[in-house]
């Protein structure tokens, strides 16, 4: 599978109050580097862990596919293809599953949009189905200090973790991040 790299680690997240350390893998800089930097639109990917490992590493992550919808401020991400990816997975017992997506925000404002807290509420829902209680659905923003020149070379990401709240029903909290 051409837009999926299985070995590196790309992220490891600790659950909220303790730090999350981030490094910005060669997928997400590779992708970013093929569509941000050169249209100044959204790209982004999905995010995997472990099957039966923690639920809070994450180990690797992939592109949108081709057929993402991609505009200034928004990034489409097609559920065909993450079934493919998840079907591929499968078939060759990589023992990965996906548990977030990714994306640039071009301007650079690290803050999630409205559709960004709807669409990492809907991912917890999947990923509830498959793991029950515990669930978390993980929402990393790309930015870049020198947006306005289009300079993508020092990526900086945004941690965002959703989970289940007894009392906000889904709650989703900003994660502390050391870079590794
Ligand atoms: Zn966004």
New binding site residues.
Partial sequence: MSNFIAAPVLLRVAFHPAVVRLYCGPRIREEIHSTTAVDGLESGGYLFSAATGPLDELVSASGAGDRARRSVDAIGLEHAYIDELERELRRSNSGLVASGTW?S?PDSDPR??D??LQAWGAGLEIVEQRVGDGARFFGV?VTTPEWARGDWSYPEMHAFITRRDPISDIACERAEIEEV
Wanted: charged residues 15%.
């Fill in positions: 994306h925000h999630p949009s559709t960004d923003i």
